[in-house]
Each structure stands twice: as C-alpha cells, then as structure tokens.
C-alpha cells in the first residue's frame, strides 16, 4: 500500500525501510498480494491424471492428519474440508471418501450421508459466523466449472452482505480476513458444539 513500510530481516533484529525507497511511481492504488493464488491460476496442484485417486487432493486429504487436509469433519462415507481457494472464509467442501466423479454414483449410506454432512456444514457456519446466507451446489464435470471433476464435492458457501466488492469481478482476486488454520479451528470447534454425538442434523 502507498506509505508502506517493508521489513527485512537481519541478524540484528528486523529493518525497516521506506516503501519510496523502491523503484516505481505512485499512482493511488492499493495493493492486496495474494501469491498464493498462483498456484491455483496455474493449475498447479490439480492431478496430471484426473482418475488416478493417489494424486487427487480430496482422496490425499482424507488420508492425511486433519490439520494437514483441512479436515473439519470426518464421518463413516464422508468428509467435510476447507476449500484451499475459497470464495469466502468457511468455505466448506463436502466430499465422499470413495473416488467418484458424479452424484449419481454414491450409493445410498453415501448419499445420505452427504445430505447430513451438509445440512451440518450449514448450521455448524451458522453458529461459527453468522452468515445471512448461503450458496450450495455442486459442478458436475469440467465443462459444468468443476475444478476436480474426478471427485465430486458440494460446495458449501457462507455468504455476508456486501462480501463481494470490485476485486472479483475486475482482478480476479479474493480479499479473505482470516487464515485458513483459524478459520478451521473455528469450524472443528463448533461442528463439536452444535453435533457432540457425530454429524448431527
């Protein structure tokens, strides 16, 4: 941002130095660097082949420590985790366990599961941050705008008046307030909350 000041760091302790002492000049505008993005503009992490569940991140997630996959909830055909590239914080992903790529395919414990789950996922972000509404849906396939087509997961979106300004629609970028290592503690600790006993309704 104009004015800013960056930090270097050295032996003696961290240095600061004057924004203006760099290259470039100032034209009014606010910069919001999120790097991390590029990981995803480029395709980076998705699976070379889409089939193969050793390389799929929702199979790798479920097989991994929660904090690692962003694993919120765990249920017996299920699993409810953080989007890596959410849209707003709490953006949850539900996902069956079983590598299948459409909706049709799971079979009816998975099904039901997958409607609990999600019906919890909603309620559990109600109690953790009061949102004023949700998006809820699923894409079906790569030409639908699935990311992963190979795995189906329902999005699970927490939605707040006035979350949506310029930066989407303009610079393709997401302005998000809290990490996502925040923002799960928050959701594992009121998913227990409001379903002691498992997935809950």
Known sequence: MPGDQEQTGTGAGP???PASAFAGDADGFERLW????????RGERKPADPHDAQ??????AGNGP??????VHRGEHVLV???LYPYNPGHLLVCPNRHVS?????????????????????HTLRAASN????????NQGAVAGAGIAAHLHQHVVPRWAGDANFLPVVAR???LPELLEDTRRRLVEAWTDQHPAGAGG
């Open 131 to 138: 949102p004023a509404g949700f998006n809820i849906g699923m």
């Open 55 to 60: 390389q799929c991140p929702f199979c790798r």
């Open 34 to 41: 999120t790097p991390h993005r590029m990981a995803y503009v």
């Open 15 to 17: 240095q600061v130095e």
């Open 81 to 83: 985790v953080l989007n």
């Open 102 to 122: 459409s909706y049709v395919d799971l079979d009816a414990a998975e099904l039901a599961e997958f409607s609990a789950l999600t019906r919890a996922a909603v």
């Open 66 to 71: 929660d904090e690692d996959g962003l694993v």
């Open 173 to 175: 970028t997401k302005a």
